[in-house]
């Protein structure tokens, strides 16, 4: 079964509670979100190998490193996956990016894909896929379903809020797929809604509602 990081940095759970408050407007919010990504990028990398490279400073030659191993590719889900992906590009600049549309049909809850565009050498590359919500899983089953199919083999989910019953769906389908997430919530609602999580995460990010 696929590991599950749940990250508890100071600086994480301080910002997860005012993303999750309701009075959160949605340029903080947004905010939060890229700034929750790229702390949960920084350690879900922590183990990303490196190669030792000379620098020369004014001064003289140091010893540095470089990251080294699998190129990275970043796969927000749109829409609400683009926020993080904004984030986290700023971090791995050499990192391509692969855009994968799906949609939530809201009565039946069955994810519905509507764009693929991946990098031409994702078979290549260590694919890291973005979504502030993991609810049924069913957007990161049918996503990773597209990257496998693209040849991509090593993959990894970062979900800011992850439902008990959409981590166990990714882990079902694809037990290789890790993921990393800053809080599991307790339950999905009627609705297919993380309770408590914090509502509609593309309507918050870019105001739709
Ligand atoms: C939301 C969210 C995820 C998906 C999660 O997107 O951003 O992509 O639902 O739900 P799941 O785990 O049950 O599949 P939505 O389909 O509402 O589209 P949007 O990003 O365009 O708002
Ligand atoms: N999508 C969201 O934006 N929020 C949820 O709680 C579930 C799916």
Known sequence: MSKVHVFDHPLILHKMTILRDKRTGHKEFRELVEELAMLMAYEATRSHPVKEIDVETPLAKARGWTIAGQEIAIVPILRAGLAMESAISRLIPTARVGHVGIWRDPQTL???????????????????????????????????N?????????????????????????QDAHPDVEIFTAAVDDY???HGYIVPGLGDAGDRLFGTK
């Open 146 to 170: 597209t990257l496998k199919q693209h040849g991509c083999r090593t993959i990894r989910v970062m979900a800011i809020i992850s439902a008990p019953e959409g981590i166990k769906k990714v």
């Open 110 to 144: 069955e994810p519905h894909s509507y764009y693929a565009k991946l990098p031409q050498d994702i078979a290549d590359r260590e694919a890291m896929v973005l979504d502030p919500m993991l609810a049924t899983g069913g957007s990161a089953v049918a996503c990773i």
């Open 188 to 190: 999905l609602n009627d």
